[in-house]
């Protein structure tokens, strides 16, 4: 009898970008690590969904640790403050940046939940959920374009949202 071993799929191997990321600001290596991770995922060696290129906010951001770098770049590595409305870094969110692309390009696996959902401004956005890592890249649709809005580590809070939202699209 011979033991079969199902290969490790990228999806399992994915994890943090750095051991140690500090929760006030990356270090000026990780720094230039994160962007470069950036630029080759979405500007070198871009996603595409569909034949459809994944655009992102290429606004200068005005944040401290993201200035001259594009809004995208500064969205998927901080978090909006409930209570000030300013975006703070977030060390989880920007040490899972490469998991975007493995995450969209992957849709099909099922340790992917896909779903789409209207979002208060009325467009479509894609949601593309690595359920066994509470970790969701979301697109939005823009008329015929599609768009990064963010990827992030999801709480217990999202996790019930997210679930009932594949449940109801997948129904």
Same mark, same amino acid.
């Given at each position: ?6 290969e ?21 290596e ?8 950036? %630029? ?9 969904i569909?034949?459809?290129?994944? +655009?992102?906010? %290429? ?21 909006e403050?409930?209570?000030?409305? %300013? &975006?703070?870094? /977030?060390?989880? &969110? +920007? ?13 099909? $696996? ?23 890592? /509470? ?8 008329? $015929? ?5 963010? +990827?992030?580590?999801?709480? +217990?809070?999202?996790?019930? &949202? ?10």
């Amino acid at each position: 009898m011979t033991d079969f071993f199902e290969e490790e799929h990228e999806l399992d191997l994915i994890e943090d970008l750095f051991d140690y990321l500090d929760i006030d600001q990356p270090t000026s290596e990780q720094m230039y690590a994160l962007y470069g991770v950036f %630029k080759k995922d979405m500007i070198d060696e871009p996603i595409f969904i569909n034949n459809v290129q994944v +655009a992102y906010d %290429k606004r200068k951001s005005r944040h401290p640790l993201f200035r001259n770098k594009p809004v995208g770049f500064e969205h998927i590595c901080t978090r909006e403050s409930k209570h000030s409305g %300013k &975006r703070n870094f /977030d060390n989880q &969110r +920007a040490n899972k940046i490469h998991w975007i692309k493995p995450v969209v390009l992957f849709k099909e $696996n099922a340790r992917v939940r896909y779903f789409e959902r209207l979002h208060a401004n009325g467009k479509n956005q894609q949601h593309y959920w690595l359920h066994e890592k /509470d970790y969701i890249v979301i697109i939005r649709e823009i008329t $015929n374009a599609l768009q990064l809005v963010t +990827a992030f580590k999801v709480d +217990a809070v999202e996790r019930r &949202r997210f679930q009932n939202w594949y449940n109801a699209y997948s129904n």
